[in-house]
């Protein structure tokens, strides 16, 4: 572990003498990604210090338990060893989780696409709650959200609602909300008092800037039209809304949430970008599937990940068998517990892999 951790080093230090060449600051593309590994880098390395400060201690208290000292300072050496031994297994468990390889993307800003699926108004009424719970919980880590489109249900909720999220390493964490999400309960509609399933599906991408995704402008048809949602005196009055369809793929994305044109376009032009960049990340994600199953983030939409029963105040995380009986401060945007033992069953398969594949080679 010493010597990987020492090439480490070795590249932080090379990576922080490129991002000062004036060479590099010059191609933004390459700086930017750069940037991104060094900061990286930086966090094993501030580890790496650690561990190596440890090891010296250990091997301290080593020294005086086999030399001359007082039999006093030999029992205090003793204790002092117990310690940093314990200290360093935990070090190391947490290093070697920092060296699984990062996905480049888990860094990134995201995109939420929530849909209402099964289930009639009572799914779109779902996919409300499922929003309310992901801008409460956006909201509880400081996370700036911004509406990009939706379309209400008759009875309530969103038959679709996509939104932003910006801030720091946000795919990492919502990623795993991706799938089809279940909702048990006894619907306002239902006069006999039986439990409906209705079910909403979730899209996480990582957002992608102009240097993910060149798109040119001879290959995007813009529409204009007038806003339907709030918004106003503009709302039916000015062709603010923007709607882009992408010719080559025929992907179709649209923005009404803003007042300005411009605005509308620039945030339905980072849709597209999205959009256009997981169907790459979609092939590199079949290409390693074909390699390995992966456990928790499959990239599967259609896969049923999470199930909310209201009768029995119960959600089940089907990827890893989890369950919680607290329906209602989950769905008020309490979800941080499941998703650190998503990553935790993620980090734990691949050290597993990365074992496996160690032995392998040997």
Partial sequence: MLEKLAQIKERWEEVKNLIADPEVISD?????????????????????????????????????MSGDEDPELK???????????????EMEEAIKVMLIPKDPEDSKNAVVEI????????????????????TKYCDSRK?????????????????EVIFNVIGEDIFGQLKYESGVHRVQRVPKTETQGRVHTSAATVAILPEADEFDVEIRD????????????????????????????????????????????????NKALANLRSKLYEIEMQKRADELASKRKTLVSTGDRSAKIRTY??????????RIGLTRYDLPNILDGDIQEIIDELQLAENTERLKEGTSNSEDSE
């Fill in 28 to 64: 933004m593309k390459k700086y930017i990604r750069l940037s991104k590994e060094f900061k990286e880098l930086e966090m094993i390395v501030q580890e790496y210090e650690i561990y190596k400060l440890l090891i010296s201690n250990i091997d301290a208290s080593k020294d005086i």
């Fill in 75 to 89: 029992a205090m050496a003793k204790e002092e060893l117990e310690e940093l031994t314990t200290k360093k297994a």
């Fill in 115 to 134: 849909r209402a699926g099964t289930g009639g108004d009572e799914a779109s009424i779902f996919a409300g709650d499922l929003f309310r719970m992901y």
């Fill in 143 to 159: 996370w700036k959200t911004e509406m990009v489109d939706m379309t209400e249900g008759t009875s309530g909720g969103y038959k």
């Fill in 218 to 265: 001879e290959d995007i048809k813009k529409d204009t039209f007038c806003s339907s949602g709030p918004g106003g005196q503009s709302v039916n009055t000015t062709y603010s809304a923007i709607r882009l369809t992408h010719i080559p793929s025929g992907i179709v994305v649209q923005c009404q949430d803003e007042k300005s044109q411009i605005k509308n376009y």
């Fill in 309 to 318: 029963n209201f009768p029995q105040g119960r959600v089940t995380e089907h």
